[in-house]
């Protein structure tokens, strides 16, 4: 494959947006970065990062499905992107 055909594979943007989303829901759940990492076993550092504008942070299904359930939001919320 060429770089060309590769690019059509970035999803970067797609990660950004769904660290959007965590925070999002998150903060309309009212609770901090600390809380949330504690209860999906992750550091605060690292859900920064997922969170992060600008920062593309890939994070695994099996971590997504945690925060969702965490967050009391189905996945899929999580994987809505804006036009």
Known sequence: MSRDEL????HSQ??????YNIAYYR?????TQEQLAE??????AHL??????KLCRPISLELLFNIA???NVEPY???LFRD
């Open 7 to 10: 690019k059509c594979f970035d």
């Open 77 to 79: 919320k999580l994987l």
């Open 69 to 71: 359930q965490v967050l």
């Open 48 to 53: 920064g990062a997922i969170e992060a504008p």
């Open 27 to 31: 903060k309309h759940a009212g609770i």
């Open 39 to 44: 209860k999906v076993g992750i550091s605060r």
């Open 14 to 19: 797609k990660y950004i947006e769904i660290g």
